[in-house]
């Protein structure tokens, strides 16, 4: 596995660096491919750090201003998409203060939070009913989302959320493959926990328990 | 296998990320052991739950943000003139080379002096005074010459930084280290598990420091006048 992705990054390598030589060359276009590539990967994971879109939108607007001015700098010791993920993730740490007591998004923020992806995403064959399901569901995997730990939160983003091998991550974050290995683990038991919690003894038919029970019922399973 | 497959271990085999003898003994366990495929089971149900928040799109008017904001955010020629002034100024101030008079020097500070006035020149034939705001293409050639010779930060990532009981402490591969703190060779830092009596002792003065440790980091500190590594242990 080690071997494909390694492979599969050898073209893009070239590909990578020819558009940093590309921008430090002048050639305006460079930048602009660079951002239609990445621009819904960075702005998704702002989004997932900050839990707010209007954020996400503002230090996706900062980042980029950062690939901008650094983008020279790339060296091709990894792929320009670990990159500009540090570029980003390093970015969002600065801005968000990495402890600040984080508030679980309530009513209609929550909406805007949690399901601006599942709505972007919605299925037009859906019916209402399902749609609403999926709504709630979202808000409350954004509010999860929202309380873990950012190093936890961070790598379960980048894992779950974001597609990113744990050899991208342990780039990405600057830590050994095994640390990631235990933050995506502990972050998704945490996880767990929270949704588990969302959806308390009489409420089980929320959305939430359906994907935080760690062991359904024999009963809930044929229902 | 002696007990149950580790957290880590379901989460790894879940995202195909375990080795082939390991995936081949997590599956042989797996058949026989019925809370352990529940626990992955489960797993798998909250990564697919996770999925329902999907790729968000960025608001349509971002790119122009960004294009505006990069516009915006370019220096004007006149101020990076100045601050190159301002290092040449600088540069003139320190006490002498090897203690007495040096060549170098006058000879450096010539070839600086006239590169300042190559870029005054080139100033004024491109128009960009004070007034323009034009947007420019990206940077090249003569403005990284002047950038670098006067020596400027080199333009690497930003580091991540925290502050913590009123310090700042820099993230470097899974230690945070003080800023200003030698954590090398030089000044090997005392080792101080958290939960021993000097640990202890020092996390009931700088109870915040517990928010660095908490995902098994390790901080290297000044404390007592000695530097100090603490971690998550007894």
């Not at chain 1, 390598?13 to 621009?39: N, T």
């Not at chain 1, 998704?44 to 700098?73: C, K, M, W």
């Not at chain 1, 949690?114 to 209402?128: I, L, N, V, Y």
């Not at chain 2, 003139?81 to 020097?105: I, K, N």
């Amino acid at each position: 596995m080690k071997a494909a992705f390694i492979a599969a990054g050898v073209g893009l390598h070239d590909l990578d660096l020819e558009l940093a030589q590309r921008h430090s060359r002048g050639d305006v276009r460079a930048f602009d491919e660079v951002y239609s590539r990445y621009a819904v990967m960075v702005f998704n994971l702002a989004l997932r750090l900050s839990g707010d879109p209007d954020e996400a939108a503002d230090l996706t607007q900062e980042i980029f201003l950062r690939v901008y001015r650094h983008l020279d700098s790339f060296g091709g010791r990894s792929t320009l998409k670990t990159w500009i993920f540090r570029v980003a993730l390093n970015h969002c740490r600065e801005r968000l203060s990495r402890f600040r007591p984080l508030t679980l998004p309530i009513g209609e923020e929550a909406d805007s939070a949690g399901t601006a992806g599942a709505a972007s995403m919605a299925d037009p064959r859906r019916g209402p009913e399902e749609l609403a399901v999926a709504a709630d569901l979202g808000r409350q995997v954004a509010c999860a989302l929202a309380v873990l730990p950012p190093p936890f939160r961070e790598a379960v983003v980048l894992r779950d959320l974001q597609g990113l091998a744990y050899e991208e991550i342990a780039a990405v974050l600057g830590v050994r493959v095994g640390t990631v290995r235990s933050r995506i683990a502990r972050g998704r038991e945490q996880l767990r926990g929270l949704l588990e919690t969302m959806a308390p003894a009489g409420m089980r038919h929320r959305p939430s328990a359906a994907i935080a029970d760690p062991a359904p019922t024999a009963e809930r399973r044929e229902s | 296998m002696s007990g149950h497959i580790s957290l880590e271990s379901l989460s790894a085999y879940l995202d195909g990320e375990t080795g082939p003898s390991e995936t081949r003994r997590l599956e042989v366990h797996l058949a026989a052991c019925g809370p352990c495929s529940s626990r992955l089971e489960a797993t798998r149900r909250l990564v697919c739950g996770l999925r329902v928040l999907g790729p968000a799109l960025p608001p349509p008017d971002l790119p122009a943000r960004v294009h505006g904001r990069i516009a915006s955010s370019r220096p004007q020629r006149w101020l990076r003139s100045l601050r190159s002034l301002r290092s040449w100024l600088w540069w003139q101030g320190l006490p002498p080379l090897h203690g007495s008079f040096s060549p170098a020097r006058p000879l450096v500070t010539a070839g600086l002096a006239l590169l300042v006035a190559v870029l005054l020149l080139q100033n004024g034939e491109n128009g960009g005074g004070l007034g323009s705001l034009a947007p420019k293409l990206p940077h090249a050639g003569p403005e990284f010459l002047v950038s670098e010779a006067f020596g400027e930060a080199p333009q690497v990532l930003p580091q991540t930084t925290s502050e913590v009981a009123g310090r700042v402490f820099v993230w470097s591969d899974d230690v945070w280290v003080q800023r200003g703190v030698d954590a090398g060779p030089a000044g090997q830092p005392r080792a101080v598990p958290a939960r021993s009596p000097a640990g202890r002792a020092l996390l009931a003065k700088l109870s915040d420091l517990g928010v660095l440790l908490a995902d098994g980091s390790r901080v290297v500190l000044r404390y007592n006048y000695e530097t100090v590594e603490l971690w998550n242990g007894s």
